[in-house]
Nanobody, 123 residues
Framework: QVQLVESGGGLVQPGGSLRLSCAAS????????MGWYRQAPGKERELVAT???????KYVDSVKDRFTISRDNAKNTVYLQMNSLKPEDTAVYYC?????????????????WGRGTLVTVSS
């Protein structure tokens, strides 16, 4: 089974920085796009940033010039460097990956999610 495990969340003051990591494992042949989403209390989950296997990136407007998404294909890991954090960035951050998986002689395309890591921006 494919697993995505996030790490790096925590409490940070406004203006501070955090780096999130998400490592994927389990029968992975290839990972196409990877991304970060977030869900703030009382709000719907929203896309934060995505990165393709070739390194092309997209960001939601509210994080442009503050957040940077990157990935290490050899480690099946995606990162989110978050700078100049604001209270409105407070949310549970989820990793998402479009995975080609191999098991028991079968290939399958899966959309996998991590369990999330909490980021709290507060003084």
């Amino acid at each position: 089974q494919v697993q995505l495990v996030e790490s790096g969340g925590g409490l940070v003051q406004p203006g501070g920085s955090l780096r999130l990591s998400c490592a994927a494992s389990g029968g992975i042949v290839r990972i196409n796009s990877m991304g970060w989403y977030r869900q703030a209390p009382g709000k719907e989950r929203e896309l934060v940033a995505t990165v393709t296997s070739g390194g092309s990136t997209k960001y939601v407007d509210s994080v442009k010039d503050r957040f940077t998404i990157s990935r290490d294909n050899a480690k099946n890991t995606v990162y989110l460097q978050m700078n100049s954090l604001k209270p409105e960035d407070t949310a549970v951050y989820y990793c998402d990956a479009d995975v080609v998986h191999y098991s028991n002689g079968l290939y399958s395309s899966l959309d996998e999610w991590g369990r999330g890591t909490l980021v709290t921006v507060s003084s």
